[in-house]
Each structure stands twice: as C-alpha cells, then as structure tokens.
C-alpha cells in the first residue's frame, strides 16, 4: 500500500479475485503509484488492495498477492473502487457476500469500476443495471447476454457513464487509470506517468480494441494468412468470396471451409471487420468526408458503411467521429 498525507484523500481500493489476472492488478497499480511519484506525492494516490475471500494472499497468474485487507474486514473509506479480471470469471455469478459489498461500497464511492472481467462482479451486484460498460471483446457477448438491463460495448478501451468506469481487457487497466489520473491531475501528469510506463496515453487509432478483435482473426495456415494480409492491404478492390477464394487457388466451398476452420469467422466477416477497422482510423485521425472515406475503404458508399459500423460497433460513422471527438 502507498500513502500519501499530501493529496486530497485519494483512496483507491482494487478488489482482487481469487486467481486474478496479474496484469489487472499491477497495471492500475502501478499508475497509480508513478503518478505519486511523479509528482513528489502531490497526486495524493493511497492504493489498497482488498482481496475477495478470506485469506489475504491471492493467487494472480503465477503470482501470489499479500491484499491490505479483506472484503470482510475493509471498512475504510474509498473514493475509487475498481473490481481486476480473472480467468474464472463465472465465479462471479454466485458471489452473493461480494455483490453485496460492492452495492454497499459503490454508494459510498466518488467512482467505481472494473477491469476486464471485473465487470461480471459488477454485473452480478445489479451495478450494470441501465448503463453502458465494456469488458474484454472476447467476453462482451457474455456479459451482455449475462446482463441484459445493461448496455455493453465491445468496442472501448474503456468506458465512462456517469460514476461507472470500465475497461477492456488486461493492460487496459493502465488507460483507465491513466483516465483517471488525468481527470484528477491533469493531462500533464497523466502524460507524465504515461510516459515512464511506456505507453501511450492515447493509443494510436483511438480508443477502440476492434484492431486487437481483428488481429486475432489472423489465420496460422498459409494459404488463409496469405489472403488475408492482401485484403487488408486492399479493401478499396473486390474482395468477393469468389476473389478471395481464386486468389488462395481453392474453390469458394473449400476457402470457406478452411477460413472459418482457421479463423472462427467468415470471410465476408472478416473483410467487414477490416474495412470498419480502416474507416474508423480514417474517422479518429482525418476530417475525410464520410464519402470518401466509404470509397476508400470499399463500402459501396455511406449507408453501407453506416449499416456495417451499427453492426459492428453501434454507432454510425457520423456519431463515431463525433464522440471520438468529444472525447
């Protein structure tokens, strides 16, 4: 735990479950505590760690965690609550001591969240009820259809409604507290931390995971890898299933066969998931016209590509560029 009588009780406890993801935890933690030292204690972070069961020492990946304290014992103020990750994450659908901890401590909190999977807790406590969160993408389906009073976006790095912060997956953790930082500190700390931790503080191509989702469609087998590196480097050309197929040297019925096989989705899904990939970076870097940026990515033109963003990341590209912006 780190102290600091400098700043303005700045309490943050990061509730650990059982089995965590190491980086869940550390990530944040680790923000938290250079911004302290970046500013000679003026951020005024006091870190905790509150470990869900009763024992104290946690397991996080190959590592066992000492918390400060236990969800039994903690009585101490917070002003930020953040709920780590785990791979166990369906653990969190009958923790009925913990859901109601949470619902006790968030009302007590400034602001409270999660971290990838955290947000399962949250959702088991009622506390996604009626507000938009994310998770990790691979588990955004889940938790919405786990949840559905709640909206869930699959596609942020983080998302913030109201006292509700949450992020995506693992190392997301450290731009949400970098968020954080910024709201409490300033852009010039948050930078600052950014930084020392070497990572961005705003991550190229905006807020989004979809790059990540779409990097881990990439096919193994040659032949499918081969394809599918040339679609990304031409969307504006045809990319029928017939291309496609001929450009492999197998027939549509095998090319399909085999890209679902290798990679868990269509072809068509594929080269979808990649033109909105391209467009949104052409939305968050660029004052292109959406027409152009329709022509440029091979949709046939705006409401094609309106239709394809609702799809994949609800929201069109004309409120897209707009938040983005906002934000």
Partial sequence: MTKSSAGPGRRIA???PPNAQSLDVSGPLDAFLEANRQSAGQAGYEVRLVATGGDRTVKAGGLS????????EDDRPVDTLLVCGTPDYAQAYESTEVHAWLRRRSSEARRYGSVCTGAFYLGGAGLLDGRTATTHWQHATELAERFPAAQVVPDQIYVVDGALYTSAGVTAGIDLALKLIEDDCGRELALTVARRLVVFLKRPGGQSQFSAHLAAQI???GRIQAVQHWILDHLSLDLSLAVLADRAAMSVRNFTRVFQSE???TPADFVEMARVDAARRLLDDSDIPLQRVASRCGFGGPDTMRRAFMRRIGAGPADYRERFRSS
Avoid at 65 to 72: E, K, R
């Fill in 14 to 16: 990061l509730v650990v």
């Fill in 65 to 72: 965690l000492v918390a400060d304290t236990t969800i039994g």
């Fill in 219 to 221: 096919a193994t087998e």
């Fill in 263 to 265: 990679t868990g989705t």
